[in-house]
Structure formats: structure tokens, C-alpha cells
């Protein structure tokens, strides 16, 4: 539901202004216009005043969240078989609930249950891997579409080091599979954008990577990938490119790092600093997973620095190497994941603010999408509608405090209504409560 | 309520048989009478027949959840100013938050929005600090009695280095006040049990301690502490002790050290050899509270070295330096912390298993009561059943596999029911669901 001109909330209202600054404004109006923010006000101004004002009350009103990092079929196991690094982790879990997917019924009811629970949570835009499988991506590209959240939904390419029946038979085959893939859902969809997905270097030829990179020369298509999570992998990778100075050069070598089309790197816990300059150089994002990189024994990765350098960050769950599909849970885990790092790697690596966490979780990662997770004039309208009247407290509490709370205490009980590009796509009622 | 004799509940029974072995039985009996179990059974034995049978459907049976250590005051700003580090963050946030159970009025609505959290949770035994209010104290201790929680609690001892208003004058006054509480709540409780509680050697002078030693040889009361939680901690407790050899010989100097009465004492994280083996020593149990230590940047306890030197190791929540309540929460908290200890820190102490993460939230800090934790023959009957059905998932699970789930995925909305020394003392229903 769009109102036809524009609508108007009102409530306390946080966003984010750069990733140093937190805008609070309690008891305000923030103005969507056709799907456009048109700013936040204390007084509504006068050319607004035909609109529609949805009073939310004392609620908190924030930007929708990004989760720039996620894997839809491992959502099924979730908070199990954590007690491996991985690689092994990957042969032993991953893969083998990978390959259901084959399988549209099972991929069906287990994507069925992934975007139930999106759509639920404070996520409004998502960048999300599939498997390998077309019909199967293609269910989930169905059922996220019809949530009205906003994502970009990769098929999976992999032609080596997989498991027989979770892998593509050569680079030629992938890329057809890739090649239809697209075909089949080409003009398809208003909300779910495809995004080309090697799955990392070890289960990607080089023959596939060319591959790759003649269809996103032909298309435009973002990718995305993982880079630098733990240290067994970088030196996999280092035997399967020999002729590479890095695990981030494997990738520039073969001309999929960034540069024109956007790209995001889930992970970057142990990169070089050549690495490091070439990220910023070729425009990568990163999707810092710190929940992953912690329950996979993976390490922490420096955001501190990716911040201080200025790159482009953004927060990832990482399900199902993370066990929560929250990114006020990622941003939690940021602030703390910082602080461990600090106190036991280096302590010349200040923790992470809530500030910082807010923003990465929000404008940060919502950058890959555009102007997106931010009440500044001319953003998209992702709205999050927050009652925290359960979380009980005997003192008074700020706004400011009031969010911080939300960050450590929330859960989808707290969630009561949210929006993207100015569509009300969730409303909390006692059903669903 | 509590059956004559007794009663049997019928479910996926789950429990620790030592840090090592998680037991396992799948749609079995537990048997509780007067108060105790009698172990658990695939078939009811007959001498149990006439016992009424509570079934529990597919629901999952645990031994209730043993939470260490906490700070009942703290509650209020859990998820709040958790931008310092320890010092200076019991001087900006605690202290002046715990000034205020002075006033009767805030203490008692503040202590029922914790007692009423800790109800609905899966808690059934906790330790936990009050503030140095006699009268706040009394209250919470009222509050913790008609829950049917099984505590201990203490009014804080402190008469140095804290804020004008929150400490004792002296020592004598000190003294003189937790002889006032004990003898004012004498014979008061049958489940809510005083404990000594110098908030830390920091706060006490020398005197106080004293002061307490003479209290526990009169009494023979348990006392529980924090010791060596934060570098710039330690150093102070060295220059206040000037002849102690380290922050635990400082309490052990004063009597105060475990032997005959039962001592807990909350953080550990950086002990030197010779505290390990003093602690091991006078048996004094250790409660490990990884999200705080997390939260005030104070690093990670070596849990590892503590389970295979055989110490006696529980979890703490410790609100509010920790944000969550739950001790399930504190047991994935446990496993991660180790984790990201083996990887940054030192590879040879491996990180903590599931088992022995459940163990430590269960039979661990519960062996602090007696023989309380687990599903043993001659245990008190503390359970918790829980429905995880709203957790979905595709595939089948193992009840192995729900338990470890429920460690990472569950809150209180899957909290069926509660039974404590055998009393059901919370059962969920639509209006607190």
C-alpha cells in the first residue's frame, strides 16, 4: 500500500548522517514522497500538509536495515553444527543441505520459512546467495518479491572442490546455467535484482571467472563473493593462483573486483594492506559478518580501519555461519567483536561506536542499493517502526538511550510496521505477534 | 504446586552427566519426588506408576539454568553505556544508577521488572548482587521468595572509592549494617538465602574485610566477589595491596578465599599461574561472564585452562555489564568467546564444546547449591520444558540438534514451563506469551 501522493510518520525518529554522526529527533515528522523521503521536521512544513500523518506514538522510527551478506538455503540450519572451521564446515554442513535445493519442494518450503522470518525482522533490503540451483533461486526470487523487500537474489556458480551433485560440470556449463538463469527472470520482478555470484575462489575455475566476467561485460550485473575469512582458505587460494600477490588480486586478475560494477566481499578478516588499497581503489564493498567470523573461529575483522580508510562497509548476519538473522544483532556483535579486538590484537584499533555499528547497518550497507538507509532529504523511503514498550525500565530514557537499548534488546516482538520505498510491507497484529 | 509425592513429566529429557557427556533420551520420563529426581527413564518403572504423568509432548526437558552471577540494580540499564571500560564505567553508570534503591519506591518497581524477567526465564537458581540498601535489599528478597526462584542474594558491602552516598562511612558501620540484614532476615525465607558480598577489594578497605571474615566465622556464610576482570583493575588492587602477590592472595590474605565457606568469585579473566592454583586450592568457584567481559572490553577468561584443571566453573549474566539475562545466551557467548580466544590468543587451549558449555549453565554453577543441575538420581528436581516448534526448519531434527538450537536460537517465548526443587513456579499462558 502507497499512499498516491505521499504519507507522513510521526514518532522518534533516528538516522544516521555519516558514520560519526546519529540525527535524533524526537517527536517528528519524517515526509515520504512517491517513495522518497523528503526529510525530517519537528514542525510539518506547509506544502506537506495535505498528506496523510501516521502517528506512531512514542514509537521509534529508524531507516529500514541491510543485511548485505546472507545465504537463504542455509537458514534451515541455523544455529547448528558450529563446532567447525570453514572449510570443513562448509563439506559437512553446507554443502549437503545445499544440495536439497535440487529438489523445488524442499527449496519451496525452506525459502517459505527464510522470508517469512525477513519479512518479519527490520531488514527491509537484503543481498542474498541461492544455490547453484535455476528453479530453485527462482522460487526464491518468487516468494521474496511477492514480501515487497527489496534484494538482489544470486544463483550460485561453482565448478570445482564442491561435492558431486553441488557442482557445476565445467565453466561452460555454469555459465549457461548463469546465462539462463537471467533469461528466466529477466523483466520478471520489480523488487529482487539478480546479482552474479561466484562462490569463492576455491570452488571457482579460472575458466569460470572468465566466463563471469564476459556476462558482466555484456550485462552490467553487480557480484558478489567472499574474500579473506580464514586463514586455511587464503592459502588454498594461494596454491589454486599461484601467479596471484593475494587472495583480492585472484579476484582483480580475473577482472571481477569492483571497478564499474559493483561488487560486495563478504568477510575481509585478514586482508594485506596492498589488499586494502585495492578495495578502495576498485570501490568494493565490504559485508562485515562478525557473528560468523566468530562462531566459525574465522577471527575479527579490522573495521576500524575499513572505516578509517573510508571504504564502504556494511553489516552482514552471514546465516548460516551466523546464527541470528538480525542486524541489530550485527551491529551488536560489531561494537563487541571490536572491543575484543582491541583489547587482545590491537589496541591501537579504537572499538567500533554505536554510531559507527548504526550507520554500517544502515546508510553503510544501504549504499550498494543506492540512496538508501537514511531519512536525509532524497533517500529512499525504508521506514522501521519500533514499540519498546515491553522492554521495561524504571527510570527515564532518552531517545538516544532508547535506541541503544533497541540494539542490544530488540527482536522481532518490537518490530510494528515497515516500509520500503514508501510500501507498507509489514504490520504487526496479533497473529503474527 | 507441588504433588504429594510425586510426578513424572514425559518429553525429550536432556541433561549433563559430567563436563564431557551430554545424556540424551528421547521421549522419556523424569521422575521427581518430594522434590528430587529419580532419574530418567525410557519405561516408567512400576514403583513410579501410581505417580501422575505430565506429558510434555515433543517438547524438550532441560535441568533449570543456573545464573551465577548478576546484579539484580543493574537490570534497569541493561543495553545501556556500554562505551567504557570497568572503572570508569561503575563510576559514570553503576554507581549512580544504584544510588537510587535508596528509595523504597523505585527499588521495589525496579527489582519487579527483574524478578518478573527472571521468572519467564529459564533460570531457576541465581546468585546475585542487591546494592548496600538494607531496605532494597529486603525487597528484592521478598520479590525473589514469592517467585519461587531458588537465590541467594547479597546486600553489597563497600565503604571505599565509590561515590559519595553509595558507600559505608567504615568499616564498623559496614559490619554493623549486614548484621542489621541478617538479623532482619532471619528465618524469613525458606528459598532466598543471604549471602557476604564485598563488591570488590577495591571498594573494601582492609578493615571491612575483616569485618566480613569475623561475620562468616560466626555465620559460616557463603561469600561471593569479583576478582580480575580488568588490567587497570588488577593494577589498583596492587597498589591498594601492597603485600598481596595478587588480586586472589589479597582476598585469601583476608580469610576471604573459598576453604570452608563456599566462594564464588565473578570474571577471572586474567589470572596469573599461581591464582589458578590457589583458586583450585580453596575450591572457590569461578562464574564465567563472557558477555560482559565482551561488553567492558576486559578480554576473555581462559575457560579451557579452568575445565581441565577441574575447577568449579559456572556462568554469570552479569547484568548489566552483560546486556542478556538468559544463560542460554551466556552459554553460546561461552563457546564463541573461546573460539575467538583459540584463534587470537592461544591456539593450544581449544574452545569450549557444547556439552561442556551446557554442563557450565547447568550442573556447573548449580553444584554451588548442593547437587542441582542436572537429571542425576539425587538431583533437586529443577526443570525446564520447552516447546521450540515456532523455531522452524525444514528438515528433521535429532533432539541433540534442537538442544543445540535452542542454546542459540531460543528466548522466553518458547519457555513452556518452569519447576524448581520440584514446584511449578511459571507456566506460560496466552497473557504472558
Known amino acids: 500500500m502507497q499512499e498516491k ?38 514542525e510539518l512544513p506547509k506544502e506537506y500538509e495535505s498528506y496523510i500523518v501516521k502517528d506512531m506514538g512514542d514509537a521509534l522510527i529508524i531507516p529500514g536495515l541491510v543485511d548485505l551478506h546472507t545465504h537463504a538455503p542455509q537458514y534451515a540450519f541455523r544455529g547448528l553444527g558450529m563446532d567447525l572451521e570453514l572449510l570443513d564446515w562448509l563439506n559437512t554442513h553446507t554443502f549437503p543441505e545445499e544440495m536439497k535445493y535440487a529438489d523445488a519442494d524442499y527449496a519451496k518450503k525452506a525459502y517459505t520459512m527464510f522470508v517469512e522470518d525477513l519479512k518479519k525482522s527490520a531488514v527491509t533490503r537484503a543481498v542474498i546467495f541461492a544455490t547453484l540451483h535455476i528453479e530453485g533461486t527462482k522460487i526464491l526470487m518468487d516468494l521474496l518479491e511477492a514480501s515487497g523487500l527489496d534484494t538482489y537474489v544470486g544463483k550460485v556458480s561453482m565448478d570445482r572442490n564442491a561435492l558431486e551433485g553441488l557442482q557445476e560440470e565445467n565453466a561452460e556449463a555454469a555459465a549457461k546455467a548463469v546465462r539462463q538463469w537471467l533469461l528466466e527472470t529477466e523483466g520478471r520482478y520489480e523488487h529482487t535484482k539478480p546479482i552474479l555470484t561466484p ?66 566481499m563478504a568477510h575481509c578478516v585478514w586482508l594485506k ?18 557473528q560468523s567470523n566468530t562462531n566459525l573461529s574465522s577471527g575479527i575483522a579490522p573495521v576500524r580501519r575499513f572505516l578509517d580508510e573510508g571504504l564502504s562497509v556494511g553489516l552482514g548476519s552471514d546465516v548460516a555461519g551466523g546464527y541470528s538473522t538480525s542486524v541489530l544483532r550485527a551491529m551488536a556483535d560489531t561494537i563487541q567483536c571490536s572491543k575484543l579486538r582491541w583489547r587482545l590484537v590491537d ?18 550497507g544501504g549504499a550498494f542499493f543506492g540512496k538508501v538507509g537514511s531519512f536525509l532529504e532524497g533517500y529512499e523511503f525504508d521506514a522501521v517502526v519500533f514499540d519498546d ?17 533497541l540494539i542490544y534488546l530488540a527482536d522481532d516482538r518490537q518490530i510494528k510496521s515497515k516500509f520500503v520505498k514508501g510500501n507498507l510491507i509489514y504490520e504487526k497484529n496479533e497473529k503474527n505477534s
Chains 1, 2 share one sequence.
Open 273 to 290: 594492506e596492498e589488499e586494502i588499497s585495492l578495495i578502495k581503489k576498485q570501490g568494493v564493498f565490504i559485508a562485515h559478518c562478525p
Open 347 to 364: 589496541a591501537k584499533q579504537k572499538p567500533v561506536t554505536l554510531e559507527e555499528a548504526f550507520y554500517m547497518g544502515t546508510a553503510g
Open 389 to 405: 514498550s515491553e522492554l521495561l525500565h524504571p527510570q527515564e530514557l532518552s531517545v538516544r538511550e532508547r535506541l541503544e537499548r
Open 199 to 264: 562462490r569463492f575462489i576455491p570452488s571457482c575455475s579460472d575458466a569460470l571467472m572468465a566466463e563471469l566476467k564476459s556476462i558482466q561485460e555484456k550485462t552490467g550485473l553487480p557480484l558478489q563473493s567472499h574474500l579473506s575469512e580464514n586463514p586455511g582458505e587464503i592459502q588454498w587460494v594461494q596454491e589454486l593462483c599461484p601467479n596471484s600477490s593475494s587472495y583480492s588480486d585472484a579476484y582483480y586478475q580475473a577482472g571481477l573486483f569492483g571497478g564499474d560494477c559493483p561488487t560486495i
Open 5 to 42: 501522493n505521499g504519507f507522513v510518520l510521526r514518532g522518534n525518529i533516528c538516522y544516521s548522517d555519516g558514520s560519526k554522526k546519529l540525527v535524533i529527533c524526537p517527536k517528528s515528522y519524517v515526509v515520504c514522497q512517491e517513495g522518497i523521503c523528503r526529510g525530517v521536521y519537528q
